[in-house]
T-cell receptor
Framework: GAVVSQHPSWVICKSGTSVKIECRSL??????MFWYRQFPKQSLMLMAT?????????EQGVEKDKFLINHASLTLSTLTVTSAHPEDSSFYIC????????????FGEGSRLTVL | EDKVVQSPLSLVVHEGDTVTLNCSYE??????LLWYKQEKKAPTFLFML????IEKKSGRLSSILDKKELFSILNITATQTGDSAVYLC??????????FGTGTLLAVQP
């Protein structure tokens, strides 16, 4: 149980285009999902907290107009990187907390974005 | 500012060795501390600790939390090459967000 699926697992796009990454909780409902970004050999940096049915809460320094987050249902959150640039190339990981659970986060497999 | 510091940053051992990874934290409104193992992709959950002095154990891995001294350790006994990974600790505070440390890169040589 507690499986989080993330898609796509890798994507290459041209500079200036937008990329959407999906995060789904497959066998549980997640009222809250989190989006992290990880640069090579660095730890996970929290980008935003995604709440079902409401606006996402962004961490300081994260541009909300660039990283659009939508959490339309209890099992799906999406992250759209708009007008992507090479510096947006990174490993993006989503996680979900089991509603009513003890608080542990379950992670998706991550999405590696390369912007040319 | 809340922060999590892990040490060492990297560690190389031989199979069969025992390792201890450290995680210290300075946080407000501590709720829980979690350990994750990250290999090539996303982190996998190991332990969640909320109470001091109670050891959590899973096979060769164990972890304990000291809320007075604000640290946690992760022990791995009889290490195997499959234990090679980055080990991340994270805390959860009042906001329910998980804040991660920098990680410890463990390399287990045959």
């Amino acid at each position: 149980g507690a499986v989080v699926s993330q898609h796509p697992s890798w994507v290459i796009c041209k500079s200036g285009t937008s990329v959407k990454i999906e995060c789904r909780s497959l066998d549980f409902q997640a009222t809250t999902m989190f989006w992290y970004r990880q640069f090579p050999k660095q730890s996970l940096m929290l980008m935003a907290t995604s709440n079902e049915g409401s606006k996402a809460t962004y961490e300081q320094g994260v541009e909300k107009d660039k990283f659009l987050i939508n959490h339309a249902s209890l099992t799906l959150s999406t992250l759209t990187v708009t007008s992507a640039h090479p510096e947006d190339s990174s490993f993006y990981i989503c996680s979900a907390r089991l509603a009513g659970g003890a608080g542990e986060l379950f992670f998706g497999e991550g999405s590696r974005l390369t912007v040319l | 500012e809340d922060k999590v510091v892990q040490s060492p940053l990297s560690l190389v051992v031989h199979e069969g060795d025992t390792v201890t990874l450290n995680c210290s934290y300075e946080v407000t409104n501590f709720r829980s501390l979690l350990w994750y193992k990250q290999e090539k992709k996303a982190p996998t959950f190991l332990f969640m600790l909320t109470s001091s002095g109670i050891e959590k154990k899973s096979g060769r891995l164990s972890s304990i939390l000291d809320k007075k001294e604000l640290f946690s350790i992760l022990n791995i006994t009889a290490t195997q090459t499959g234990d090679s990974a980055v080990y991340l600790c994270a805390f959860r505070g009042a906001t329910n967000k998980l804040i991660f440390g920098t990680g410890t890169l463990l390399a287990v040589q045959p």
